[in-house]
């Protein structure tokens, strides 16, 4: 008879969370000491969705540094001026790096030899693209768009 865990009355399947847990233990177990290593994944579950996965960390640079399927962390904050979106990209290259920017939207995209990794994020506010300043330190990448506004008007009832 299989032992009941703690977890097993819940709407979301943790197996796959102790599949990546003995997956990322054997891969330690292979690299050892030689190279440093981080890892780590953040879950989105929205109502009426399944889950979304999204794995995050440096590879060993013997390895592929962009692989198949990459997605790097993201974070979006908003103040009443700005939006600055923060994206962490361990173990590439400051020049691997290029970026665009409309009113709605931030391009990111990174070239490593062959491979590629290109991501549009739809921002959360209108923003001036001329005005994007970027930061690349330590495998994160932070930049910060003024707001110009929201595109609403507001009614007035009367």
């Known amino acids: 008879m ?7 009355d819940s709407p979301i399947d943790f197996d796959i969370f102790e599949d990546m847990l003995d997956d990322l233990i054997d891969r330690i177990d292979e690299i050892g000491d030689t190279v440093p290593m981080v890892y780590g994944f953040s879950v989105t ?7 979304e996965i999204f794995e995050f960390g440096s590879r060993p640079m013997i390895d592929d540094p962009v692989p198949e399927g990459y997605k790097p962390l993201l974070e979006i904050f908003e103040t009443d001026d700005y939006v600055q979106v923060v994206a962490e990209l361990p173990g590439i290259e400051k ?3 290029s970026m665009d920017a409309t009113e709605n939207t931030l391009g990111i995209r990174v070239l490593i030899e062959d491979r590629e ?9 209108r ?3 001329s005005s994007a300043t970027a930061s690349y330190r330590n495998g994160v990448l932070e930049v910060a ?3 110009t506004g929201d595109a609403r008007t507001r009614i007035e009832i009367t």
């Open 2 to 8: 299989r032992k009941r865990k703690s977890y097993d």
């Open 45 to 51: 579950k929205r109502p009426g969705e399944a889950p």
């Open 95 to 97: 020049e691997d790096v």
């Open 117 to 125: 990794f290109v991501e549009t994020i739809e921002l959360p506010a």
């Open 127 to 129: 923003v001036d693209p």
């Open 145 to 147: 768009l003024e707001r």
